[in-house]
Protein backbone atom coordinates (compact mmCIF):
# COMPACT_ATOMS: atom_id res chain seq x y z
CA UNK A 1 0.00 0.00 0.00
CA UNK A 2 1.14 3.50 -0.84
CA UNK A 3 2.75 5.30 1.91
CA UNK A 4 0.92 7.61 1.41
CA UNK A 5 -2.72 5.54 1.50
CA UNK A 6 -3.89 5.20 5.08
CA UNK A 7 -6.94 3.20 4.31
CA UNK A 8 -7.77 1.14 1.24
CA UNK A 9 -11.61 -0.71 0.62
CA UNK A 10 -11.09 -3.16 -2.09
CA UNK A 11 -14.08 -5.14 -3.13
CA UNK A 12 -16.18 -4.82 -0.03
CA UNK A 13 -19.64 -6.45 -0.01
CA UNK A 14 -22.50 -6.87 2.44
CA UNK A 15 -24.95 -9.28 1.67
CA UNK A 16 -28.48 -9.93 4.03
CA UNK A 17 -30.89 -12.38 4.25
CA UNK A 18 -33.91 -10.23 4.31
CA UNK A 19 -37.18 -10.88 6.99
CA UNK A 20 -34.38 -13.69 9.06
CA UNK A 21 -31.59 -13.53 11.24
CA UNK A 22 -27.90 -14.60 10.01
CA UNK A 23 -27.82 -17.08 7.38
CA UNK A 24 -31.59 -18.32 7.39
CA UNK A 25 -31.32 -22.06 7.73
CA UNK A 26 -29.71 -25.05 8.56
CA UNK A 27 -29.34 -26.42 5.04
CA UNK A 28 -27.95 -23.00 3.79
CA UNK A 29 -24.87 -23.34 6.68
CA UNK A 30 -24.27 -26.54 5.90
CA UNK A 31 -23.77 -25.36 1.88
CA UNK A 32 -21.87 -22.63 3.23
CA UNK A 33 -19.23 -25.14 5.40
CA UNK A 34 -18.87 -27.65 2.64
CA UNK A 35 -18.28 -25.06 -0.12
CA UNK A 36 -15.60 -23.69 2.37
CA UNK A 37 -13.74 -27.43 3.24
CA UNK A 38 -13.77 -28.07 -0.77
CA UNK A 39 -11.88 -24.46 -1.53
CA UNK A 40 -14.81 -23.11 -3.18
CA UNK A 41 -16.66 -19.67 -3.36
CA UNK A 42 -20.10 -19.20 -0.78
CA UNK A 43 -22.49 -20.28 -3.35
CA UNK A 44 -25.21 -17.78 -1.76
CA UNK A 45 -22.53 -14.63 -3.01
CA UNK A 46 -23.96 -15.61 -6.55
CA UNK A 47 -27.35 -14.50 -6.02
CA UNK A 48 -29.33 -11.27 -4.54
CA UNK A 49 -30.64 -8.23 -5.50
CA UNK A 50 -29.68 -4.69 -5.63
CA UNK A 51 -30.59 -3.08 -2.11
CA UNK A 52 -33.17 -0.51 -3.69
CA UNK A 53 -36.07 -0.48 -0.92
CA UNK A 54 -38.61 1.62 -2.83
CA UNK A 55 -39.06 -1.71 -5.24
CA UNK A 56 -40.40 -4.90 -4.10
CA UNK A 57 -37.47 -8.13 -5.28
CA UNK A 58 -37.83 -12.09 -6.13
CA UNK A 59 -34.94 -12.66 -3.72
CA UNK A 60 -34.75 -13.08 -0.35
CA UNK A 61 -30.75 -11.92 -0.55
CA UNK A 62 -30.02 -8.42 -1.10
CA UNK A 63 -26.51 -6.34 -1.58
CA UNK A 64 -26.66 -4.00 0.67
CA UNK A 65 -22.97 -3.29 -0.53
CA UNK A 66 -21.38 -4.61 -3.50
CA UNK A 67 -18.28 -4.45 -5.30
CA UNK A 68 -17.15 -0.94 -3.03
CA UNK A 69 -13.91 0.12 -4.30
CA UNK A 70 -11.82 3.44 -2.36
CA UNK A 71 -8.11 4.66 -1.28
CA UNK A 72 -8.42 7.52 1.40
CA UNK A 73 -5.00 9.62 1.97
CA UNK A 74 -3.43 10.53 5.16
CA UNK A 75 -4.80 13.83 6.45
CA UNK A 76 -7.87 13.79 3.69
CA UNK A 77 -11.77 14.88 4.87
CA UNK A 78 -13.74 12.07 3.07
CA UNK A 79 -17.43 12.59 2.40
CA UNK A 80 -19.82 9.84 1.94
CA UNK A 81 -22.89 11.07 0.74
CA UNK A 82 -25.98 9.50 -0.57
CA UNK A 83 -29.77 9.45 -0.30
CA UNK A 84 -31.36 7.18 2.66
CA UNK A 85 -30.84 3.51 2.39
CA UNK A 86 -27.88 3.54 0.05
CA UNK A 87 -25.30 2.10 2.33
CA UNK A 88 -23.57 4.69 4.01
CA UNK A 89 -23.72 3.70 7.47
CA UNK A 90 -23.09 -0.14 7.05
CA UNK A 91 -20.15 1.07 5.02
CA UNK A 92 -18.96 2.75 8.19
CA UNK A 93 -20.10 -0.05 10.54
CA UNK A 94 -17.30 -2.26 8.41
CA UNK A 95 -14.93 0.01 8.53
CA UNK A 96 -14.99 0.49 12.25
CA UNK A 97 -15.31 -3.21 12.46
CA UNK A 98 -18.78 -3.18 13.93
CA UNK A 99 -19.79 -5.75 11.52
CA UNK A 100 -17.28 -7.86 9.12
CA UNK A 101 -18.12 -7.47 5.18
CA UNK A 102 -19.29 -10.55 3.34
CA UNK A 103 -16.55 -10.23 0.56
CA UNK A 104 -13.45 -8.04 0.14
CA UNK A 105 -10.50 -6.82 2.52
CA UNK A 106 -9.84 -3.15 4.42
CA UNK A 107 -6.37 -2.24 4.79
CA UNK A 108 -5.64 0.26 7.09
CA UNK A 109 -2.75 1.96 8.78
CA UNK A 110 -3.02 3.22 12.69
CA UNK A 111 -6.19 3.05 14.93
CA UNK A 112 -9.53 3.47 13.77
CA UNK A 113 -12.20 5.99 16.26
CA UNK A 114 -15.38 5.55 15.30
CA UNK A 115 -18.65 7.72 16.14
CA UNK A 116 -21.89 6.28 14.67
CA UNK A 117 -24.89 6.25 17.00
CA UNK A 118 -25.28 8.53 19.86
CA UNK A 119 -23.88 7.59 23.20
CA UNK A 120 -22.23 4.34 21.28
CA UNK A 121 -20.05 2.41 23.62
CA UNK A 122 -21.47 4.70 26.17
CA UNK A 123 -22.69 3.20 29.74
CA UNK A 124 -25.77 4.47 31.16
CA UNK A 125 -25.12 3.67 34.83
CA UNK A 126 -21.40 5.24 34.61
CA UNK A 127 -20.57 8.84 35.22
CA UNK A 128 -19.62 11.17 31.90
CA UNK A 129 -15.97 11.11 33.59
CA UNK A 130 -16.04 7.45 33.91
CA UNK A 131 -17.11 6.71 30.52
CA UNK A 132 -14.64 8.75 28.59
CA UNK A 133 -12.15 6.99 30.69
CA UNK A 134 -14.09 3.30 29.42
CA UNK A 135 -14.12 4.72 25.63
CA UNK A 136 -10.17 5.66 26.00
CA UNK A 137 -9.34 2.27 27.39
CA UNK A 138 -11.76 1.29 23.83
CA UNK A 139 -9.75 2.93 21.53
CA UNK A 140 -5.96 2.13 23.38
CA UNK A 141 -5.34 4.51 25.12
CA UNK A 142 -3.54 4.54 28.31
CA UNK A 143 -4.83 5.82 31.33
CA UNK A 144 -2.01 8.69 31.40
CA UNK A 145 -2.91 9.66 27.89
CA UNK A 146 -6.35 10.28 28.54
CA UNK A 147 -5.45 12.13 32.01
CA UNK A 148 -2.94 14.53 29.60
CA UNK A 149 -6.66 15.23 27.78
CA UNK A 150 -9.80 14.84 30.17
CA UNK A 151 -9.50 18.25 31.00
CA UNK A 152 -9.87 19.54 27.17
CA UNK A 153 -12.09 16.93 26.46
CA UNK A 154 -14.82 18.10 29.13
CA UNK A 155 -14.31 21.59 28.69
CA UNK A 156 -15.07 20.98 24.78
CA UNK A 157 -18.15 18.66 25.22
CA UNK A 158 -19.52 21.61 27.49
CA UNK A 159 -20.91 18.89 30.22
CA UNK A 160 -18.58 20.23 32.97
CA UNK A 161 -21.50 20.64 35.55
CA UNK A 162 -22.87 17.18 34.32
CA UNK A 163 -19.05 15.14 34.37
CA UNK A 164 -19.88 13.33 37.50
CA UNK A 165 -23.57 12.47 36.60
CA UNK A 166 -24.57 9.37 35.19
CA UNK A 167 -24.89 8.96 31.07
CA UNK A 168 -28.32 8.16 31.58
CA UNK A 169 -29.68 11.58 32.56
CA UNK A 170 -28.05 13.16 29.78
CA UNK A 171 -29.68 14.72 26.81
CA UNK A 172 -29.07 12.99 23.29
CA UNK A 173 -27.29 16.08 22.84
CA UNK A 174 -25.25 15.92 25.70
CA UNK A 175 -24.65 12.52 24.94
CA UNK A 176 -23.35 13.55 21.04
CA UNK A 177 -21.29 16.36 22.86
CA UNK A 178 -19.70 13.51 24.92
CA UNK A 179 -18.75 11.22 22.68
CA UNK A 180 -17.66 13.75 20.06
CA UNK A 181 -15.39 15.21 22.53
CA UNK A 182 -14.19 12.01 23.71
CA UNK A 183 -13.37 10.42 19.84
CA UNK A 184 -12.01 13.79 18.55
CA UNK A 185 -9.30 14.18 21.29
CA UNK A 186 -7.79 10.73 22.26
CA UNK A 187 -5.81 11.03 18.61
CA UNK A 188 -7.13 8.41 16.59
CA UNK A 189 -5.09 8.07 13.25
CA UNK A 190 -8.67 8.04 11.43
CA UNK A 191 -11.74 9.56 12.93
CA UNK A 192 -15.08 7.96 11.52
CA UNK A 193 -18.49 9.92 11.94
CA UNK A 194 -22.19 9.16 10.82
CA UNK A 195 -24.76 11.84 11.03
CA UNK A 196 -24.83 11.99 14.85
CA UNK A 197 -23.56 15.48 14.72
CA UNK A 198 -27.07 16.69 13.66
CA UNK A 199 -28.76 16.17 17.36
CA UNK A 200 -26.67 18.58 18.62
CA UNK A 201 -27.30 22.73 18.58
CA UNK A 202 -26.20 24.50 15.78
CA UNK A 203 -23.42 26.39 17.81
CA UNK A 204 -21.96 22.54 18.62
CA UNK A 205 -22.29 21.66 15.24
CA UNK A 206 -20.22 24.95 14.07
CA UNK A 207 -17.78 24.17 16.71
CA UNK A 208 -17.43 20.07 15.86
CA UNK A 209 -16.43 20.90 11.98
CA UNK A 210 -13.69 23.65 13.38
CA UNK A 211 -12.59 20.57 15.40
CA UNK A 212 -12.69 18.01 12.37
CA UNK A 213 -10.71 20.46 10.11
CA UNK A 214 -8.17 21.04 13.16
CA UNK A 215 -7.84 17.19 13.09
CA UNK A 216 -7.36 17.29 9.43
CA UNK A 217 -5.33 20.42 9.01
CA UNK A 218 -3.32 20.41 11.90
CA UNK A 219 -2.98 17.28 12.90
CA UNK A 220 -2.45 15.29 9.23
CA UNK A 221 -5.25 12.80 10.82
CA UNK A 222 -7.95 11.17 8.62
CA UNK A 223 -11.68 11.94 8.43
CA UNK A 224 -14.70 10.21 7.19
CA UNK A 225 -18.06 11.99 7.27
CA UNK A 226 -21.06 10.85 6.02
CA UNK A 227 -23.84 13.29 6.83
CA UNK A 228 -27.11 14.81 4.05
CA UNK A 229 -25.98 18.70 5.30
CA UNK A 230 -24.61 19.76 2.04
CA UNK A 231 -23.02 22.88 3.56
CA UNK A 232 -21.15 20.65 6.36
CA UNK A 233 -20.41 18.14 3.54
CA UNK A 234 -19.03 21.78 1.24
CA UNK A 235 -16.82 23.19 4.08
CA UNK A 236 -15.31 19.57 5.85
CA UNK A 237 -14.23 17.94 2.82
CA UNK A 238 -12.11 17.37 -0.41
CA UNK A 239 -13.62 14.88 -1.88
CA UNK A 240 -16.90 12.80 -1.77
CA UNK A 241 -18.04 8.76 -2.52
CA UNK A 242 -21.56 9.34 -4.02
CA UNK A 243 -23.36 5.80 -3.03
CA UNK A 244 -26.57 4.46 -4.33
CA UNK A 245 -28.49 1.00 -3.87
CA UNK A 246 -25.22 -0.30 -2.48
CA UNK A 247 -22.84 0.63 -5.22
CA UNK A 248 -20.25 3.41 -5.64
CA UNK A 249 -21.86 5.58 -7.89
CA UNK A 250 -18.69 8.17 -8.64
CA UNK A 251 -16.04 9.44 -6.35
CA UNK A 252 -15.51 13.28 -7.23
CA UNK A 253 -13.74 16.56 -5.52
CA UNK A 254 -16.58 18.00 -3.62
CA UNK A 255 -18.09 20.56 -5.53
CA UNK A 256 -19.03 18.52 -8.47
CA UNK A 257 -19.84 15.75 -6.49
CA UNK A 258 -22.86 17.71 -4.73
CA UNK A 259 -23.74 18.80 -8.15
CA UNK A 260 -24.28 15.56 -9.13
CA UNK A 261 -25.97 14.00 -5.89
CA UNK A 262 -28.44 16.86 -6.21
CA UNK A 263 -29.13 16.43 -10.07
CA UNK A 264 -29.92 13.22 -8.74
CA UNK A 265 -32.89 14.82 -6.91
CA UNK A 266 -33.81 17.44 -9.31
CA UNK A 267 -34.59 14.87 -11.95
CA UNK A 268 -37.36 13.40 -9.47
CA UNK A 269 -38.85 16.45 -8.19
CA UNK A 270 -40.97 17.48 -10.58
CA UNK A 271 -43.14 20.67 -10.59
CA UNK A 272 -46.49 19.25 -9.43
CA UNK A 273 -46.63 17.11 -5.78
CA UNK A 274 -49.74 15.33 -4.43
CA UNK A 275 -49.09 14.90 -0.18
CA UNK A 276 -50.12 11.83 1.60
CA UNK A 277 -53.40 12.77 3.38
CA UNK A 278 -52.49 13.54 6.83
CA UNK A 279 -54.90 13.08 9.65
CA UNK A 280 -54.67 16.54 11.01
CA UNK A 281 -56.51 19.45 11.43
CA UNK A 282 -55.00 21.13 8.15
CA UNK A 283 -53.17 19.27 5.96
CA UNK A 284 -51.78 20.68 2.24
CA UNK A 285 -53.66 18.00 -0.53
CA UNK A 286 -50.98 19.05 -3.69
CA UNK A 287 -48.65 21.42 -4.41
CA UNK A 288 -47.44 23.36 -7.71
CA UNK A 289 -44.91 25.58 -8.98
CA UNK A 290 -45.04 27.39 -12.15
CA UNK A 291 -43.17 30.09 -14.31
CA UNK A 292 -45.38 32.32 -16.07
CA UNK A 293 -48.22 30.01 -15.80
CA UNK A 294 -46.42 27.23 -16.94
CA UNK A 295 -45.71 24.30 -14.41
CA UNK A 296 -41.55 24.44 -14.27
CA UNK A 297 -39.06 23.73 -12.12
CA UNK A 298 -36.57 25.74 -14.27
CA UNK A 299 -36.39 30.14 -13.49
CA UNK A 300 -33.98 32.94 -14.14
CA UNK A 301 -32.78 35.25 -12.64
CA UNK A 302 -35.78 37.98 -12.09
CA UNK A 303 -38.43 35.69 -12.42
CA UNK A 304 -42.16 35.16 -10.26
CA UNK A 305 -41.96 31.90 -8.94
CA UNK A 306 -45.76 30.86 -8.21
CA UNK A 307 -46.93 28.46 -5.86
CA UNK A 308 -50.19 27.07 -5.90
CA UNK A 309 -51.01 24.81 -2.51
CA UNK A 310 -54.78 23.06 -2.06
CA UNK A 311 -55.79 23.28 1.03
CA UNK A 312 -57.91 21.34 3.44
CA UNK A 313 -59.42 22.83 6.74
CA UNK A 314 -61.63 20.57 8.70
CA UNK A 315 -62.72 22.74 11.94
CA UNK A 316 -62.42 26.37 9.63
CA UNK A 317 -59.80 27.45 12.29
CA UNK A 318 -57.22 30.29 10.98
CA UNK A 319 -54.05 28.84 9.18
CA UNK A 320 -50.67 29.96 8.53
CA UNK A 321 -48.71 28.98 5.56
CA UNK A 322 -44.64 29.28 6.12
CA UNK A 323 -42.65 28.56 2.82
CA UNK A 324 -38.66 27.89 3.40
CA UNK A 325 -36.30 28.76 0.85
CA UNK A 326 -32.76 26.66 1.17
CA UNK A 327 -29.80 26.88 -1.18
CA UNK A 328 -28.18 23.64 -2.62
CA UNK A 329 -26.55 23.24 0.37
CA UNK A 330 -29.39 23.15 2.65
CA UNK A 331 -28.51 26.68 3.68
CA UNK A 332 -31.65 29.06 4.74
CA UNK A 333 -31.55 31.61 2.22
CA UNK A 334 -35.54 33.14 2.95
CA UNK A 335 -38.33 32.26 4.63
CA UNK A 336 -42.06 33.70 4.01
CA UNK A 337 -45.18 33.42 5.90
CA UNK A 338 -48.98 34.98 5.57
CA UNK A 339 -48.35 36.12 8.78
CA UNK A 340 -46.31 39.25 7.37
CA UNK A 341 -49.15 40.13 5.12
CA UNK A 342 -53.13 40.96 5.53
CA UNK A 343 -53.88 37.28 4.07
CA UNK A 344 -56.01 35.02 6.17
CA UNK A 345 -57.14 31.54 5.35
CA UNK A 346 -60.46 30.07 7.03
CA UNK A 347 -62.29 28.40 4.85
CA UNK A 348 -62.75 24.97 4.98
CA UNK A 349 -60.58 24.24 1.65
CA UNK A 350 -59.06 26.46 -0.63
CA UNK A 351 -56.10 26.60 -2.87
CA UNK A 352 -54.03 29.35 -2.66
CA UNK A 353 -51.25 31.25 -4.61
CA UNK A 354 -48.24 32.35 -3.67
CA UNK A 355 -46.15 34.75 -5.58
CA UNK A 356 -42.15 35.18 -4.74
CA UNK A 357 -41.88 37.97 -7.20
CA UNK A 358 -38.33 38.66 -8.78
CA UNK A 359 -36.63 35.93 -7.21
CA UNK A 360 -32.90 37.75 -6.29
CA UNK A 361 -30.99 34.25 -6.60
CA UNK A 362 -27.76 33.86 -9.34
CA UNK A 363 -27.33 30.92 -10.45
CA UNK A 364 -28.00 27.71 -8.69
CA UNK A 365 -30.61 25.29 -7.38
CA UNK A 366 -33.02 25.87 -4.46
CA UNK A 367 -35.03 23.66 -2.36
CA UNK A 368 -38.91 24.33 -1.48
CA UNK A 369 -39.78 23.50 1.97
CA UNK A 370 -43.58 23.90 2.84
CA UNK A 371 -45.46 24.53 6.78
CA UNK A 372 -48.84 24.65 7.52
CA UNK A 373 -49.38 26.02 10.98
CA UNK A 374 -52.13 26.43 13.22
CA UNK A 375 -52.97 27.83 17.22
CA UNK A 376 -49.23 28.48 16.54
CA UNK A 377 -48.19 24.86 16.06
CA UNK A 378 -47.52 22.70 13.13
CA UNK A 379 -49.58 20.75 11.62
CA UNK A 380 -48.33 19.61 8.44
CA UNK A 381 -44.82 19.87 6.71
CA UNK A 382 -42.97 18.76 3.83
CA UNK A 383 -39.69 18.83 3.76
CA UNK A 384 -37.94 19.41 -0.43
CA UNK A 385 -41.26 19.81 -1.79
CA UNK A 386 -39.47 21.31 -4.65
CA UNK A 387 -36.04 21.68 -6.04
CA UNK A 388 -35.85 24.21 -8.74
CA UNK A 389 -33.42 25.70 -11.06
CA UNK A 390 -32.60 29.24 -11.52
CA UNK A 391 -30.45 30.11 -14.34
CA UNK A 392 -28.66 33.51 -15.07
CA UNK A 393 -30.78 36.29 -16.02
CA UNK A 394 -31.52 39.97 -17.27
CA UNK A 395 -32.57 41.09 -13.73
CA UNK A 396 -31.42 44.43 -14.22
CA UNK A 397 -33.13 44.99 -17.72
CA UNK A 398 -30.28 46.28 -18.91
CA UNK A 399 -29.44 43.18 -21.68
CA UNK A 400 -26.76 41.42 -19.58
CA UNK A 401 -27.57 38.33 -17.82
CA UNK A 402 -26.10 38.13 -14.27
CA UNK A 403 -23.11 35.19 -13.67
CA UNK A 404 -23.02 33.41 -10.97
CA UNK A 405 -19.60 34.62 -9.51
CA UNK A 406 -21.86 37.80 -8.64
CA UNK A 407 -22.80 36.40 -4.92
CA UNK A 408 -25.72 34.76 -3.50
CA UNK A 409 -28.02 37.33 -4.15
CA UNK A 410 -29.10 39.98 -6.24
CA UNK A 411 -29.61 43.71 -5.10
CA UNK A 412 -31.40 46.72 -6.88
CA UNK A 413 -29.85 49.80 -6.59
CA UNK A 414 -30.82 53.61 -7.65
CA UNK A 415 -27.26 55.50 -9.55
CA UNK A 416 -27.09 59.18 -9.95
CA UNK A 417 -24.51 62.10 -9.76
CA UNK A 418 -24.91 64.73 -7.20
Given at each position: MDTDIILKVENIGKQYRLGLVGTGTISHDLNRWWNSVRGKEDPYLKVGEVNNRSKKGSSDYVWALKDINFEVKKGEVLGIIGKNGA????????????TSPTTGEIKTKGRIASLLEVGTGFHPEMTGRENIYLNGAILGM????????????????????YVDTPVK??????KVRLAFAVAAH???DILVIDEVLAVGDAEFQKKAIGKM???SNSDGRTVLFVSHDMGAIKNLCTRCVILNNGNVQSIRNTREAIEEYLTINISKSGSFREFVKRPTLVRMLSAEIKNKGISTTNFHSGDDVEIIISIENDEHIPINIFIGLYDEYGEKVAHIGNTYSEFSIKKESTTVAVVLKKIPFVEGRFQINL???????????EKEAFIFEVSPGDYYGVGK???RNNGKFLINASWDEI
Amino acid sequence: MDTDIILKVENIGKQYRLGLVGTGTISHDLNRWWNSVRGKEDPYLKVGEVNNRSKKGSSDYVWALKDINFEVKKGEVLGIIGKNGAGKSTLLKILSRVTSPTTGEIKTKGRIASLLEVGTGFHPEMTGRENIYLNGAILGMTRAEINSKIDEIIDFSGCIRYVDTPVKRYSSGMKVRLAFAVAAHLEPDILVIDEVLAVGDAEFQKKAIGKMQDISNSDGRTVLFVSHDMGAIKNLCTRCVILNNGNVQSIRNTREAIEEYLTINISKSGSFREFVKRPTLVRMLSAEIKNKGISTTNFHSGDDVEIIISIENDEHIPINIFIGLYDEYGEKVAHIGNTYSEFSIKKESTTVAVVLKKIPFVEGRFQINLSLHAYGKPHHREKEAFIFEVSPGDYYGVGKNVIRNNGKFLINASWDEI
